[in-house]
């Protein structure tokens, strides 16, 4: 699951031109150090919600990729 | 073109399905019921034209009851047409607030949800999609006894507005097509002097014309009108 992520968020930096990263942290904020804007997140709902039909901002707002895992591992 | 249409099975919904059939589309309609004029254009296009009955005034679950296994992910919106409403005819004075909730479910409610899915969807196939949502000439020109039905095209004009502005980036499309009266079911509790009255506010004294109505909805989701987002297109007989 974790290296699934990790390939989302890099698709959608590269679409953004940005450099893919290597690893994922939990503390990381997806806003301030992933530099994902809030189309950017949207994507990466959608395709997360595509891929395990669970919709991560559906109670909320995620701000850490460790949020994100918890709502895949409830 | 893949098209998600709401209200496919009778007058302007029916003639819209009828005109991208024709041009060589494949629709997903959903409506509530399913008469002999719409079974008919089943029988005549079975590949390419998908039904399946739906109530929009349950707006809390347009997601289970078409994006989950009707119109999923694995189809590629290319286009969606709001046309579904219900009408509320009555004087202000008169207002039933369970006939407006109600009301709100269909026009408002279950556009906004299915809005939200097709655009999920477009994000994720990376579609430059077009949305086009059905109003009402008496947003514009006030009748009386359609304060509350033109309340709710008067928001969705609104919605279409914003959704252009928001996704405009993306290659996204909204725009509405302001039809004038038509001869369809919704106007049917007219009478005729009422009907008169009001083609006699049209430029061209007569009633819309609904094939007019529904070439303007399949030239918007077609890439002929990629420059034009946001707009409401009156085909309305310049109701003045």
Same mark, same amino acid.
């Given at each position: 699951?974790?290296q &699934?992520?990790?390939?989302i968020?890099?698709?959608i930096?590269?679409a953004?031109?940005l &450099?893919p990263?290597?690893?994922?942290?939990? &503390?990381?904020?997806?806003?301030?150090?992933l530099?994902?804007?809030?189309?950017?997140?949207a994507?990466?709902?959608v395709r997360?919600?595509?891929?395990y039909?669970i919709?991560?901002?559906?109670?909320?707002?995620? *701000?850490?990729i460790?949020?994100?895992?918890?709502?895949l591992?409830? | 073109?893949n098209?998600?249409?709401t209200g496919?099975?009778r007058?302007?919904?029916?003639?819209?399905c009828?005109?991208?059939?024709?041009?060589?589309h494949?629709? #997903?309609?959903?409506a509530?019921s399913?008469?002999?004029e719409?079974k008919?254009l089943?029988?005549q296009?079975p590949?390419?034209?998908?039904?399946?009955s739906?109530?929009l005034?349950?707006?809390?679950h347009?997601?289970?009851?078409?994006?989950r296994?009707?119109?999923?992910?694995?189809?590629?919106?290319?286009?969606?047409? *709001? *046309?579904a !409403?219900?009408?509320?005819?009555?004087?202000i004075?008169?207002? =039933?607030i369970?006939?407006?909730? !109600?009301? #709100?479910?269909v *026009?408002?409610?279950?556009?906004?949800m299915?809005?939200? =899915? %097709?655009?999920?969807?477009m994000?994720?196939h990376?579609t430059?999609?077009?949305?086009?949502h059905?109003?009402?000439i008496? %947003?514009?020109? /006030? #009748?009386?006894?359609?304060?509350?039905?033109?309340?709710?095209?008067?928001?969705?004009?609104?919605?279409?507005?914003?959704?252009?502005?928001?996704? /405009?980036?993306l290659?996204?499309?909204?725009n509405?097509?302001?039809?004038g009266f038509?001869?369809?079911a919704m106007?049917?509790t007219?009478?005729?002097?009422?009907?008169?009255k009001? #083609?006699?506010?049209?430029s061209?004294?007569?009633a819309?014309?609904?094939?007019?109505? !529904?070439?303007?909805?399949?030239?918007l989701l077609s890439?002929? !009108?990629?420059?034009?987002?946001?707009?409401?297109?009156?085909?309305?007989?310049?109701?003045?």
């Amino acid at each position: 699951m974790e290296q &699934t992520i990790l390939t989302i968020i890099n698709s959608i930096r590269i679409a953004q031109e940005l &450099t893919p990263v290597t690893e994922l942290h939990t &503390t990381d904020n997806l806003r301030e150090d992933l530099e994902l804007t809030s189309f950017d997140l949207a994507e990466l709902t959608v395709r997360i919600e595509d891929k395990y039909g669970i919709d991560i901002f559906e109670d909320g707002l995620v *701000n850490t990729i460790g949020e994100i895992y918890n709502k895949l591992q409830q | 073109m893949n098209i998600l249409l709401t209200g496919c099975s009778r007058g302007v919904g029916l003639e819209i399905c009828r005109v991208l059939l024709e041009q060589g589309h494949t629709i #997903y309609g959903v409506a509530r019921s399913c008469p002999q004029e719409f079974k008919d254009l089943q029988a005549q296009y079975p590949e390419r034209l998908h039904y399946k009955s739906v109530d929009l005034s349950d707006s809390e679950h347009v997601k289970d009851n078409i994006f989950r296994d009707f119109c999923s992910n694995r189809v590629q919106i290319d286009g969606f047409v *709001n *046309n579904a !409403a219900v009408a509320y005819d009555d004087i202000i004075t008169n207002v =039933n607030i369970d006939r407006l909730k !109600a009301m #709100y479910d269909v *026009n408002v409610f279950a556009p906004i949800m299915m809005t939200k =899915n %097709v655009l999920r969807n477009m994000l994720l196939h990376h579609t430059k999609g077009s949305i086009v949502h059905i109003s009402s000439i008496s %947003v514009h020109t /006030g #009748y009386k006894g359609l304060a509350m039905y033109a309340s709710s095209k008067g928001a969705l004009e609104a919605f279409s507005k914003d959704t252009a502005r928001e996704w /405009g980036s993306l290659g996204i499309r909204s725009n509405v097509v302001v039809p004038g009266f038509m001869p369809t079911a919704m106007s049917s509790t007219l009478s005729e002097e009422q009907r008169a009255k009001i #083609y006699a506010r049209t430029s061209l004294k007569k009633a819309t014309s609904i094939r007019s109505v !529904a070439e303007t909805v399949a030239f918007l989701l077609s890439d002929k !009108a990629d420059s034009i987002t946001g707009q409401n297109i009156h085909v309305d007989n310049g109701t003045i």
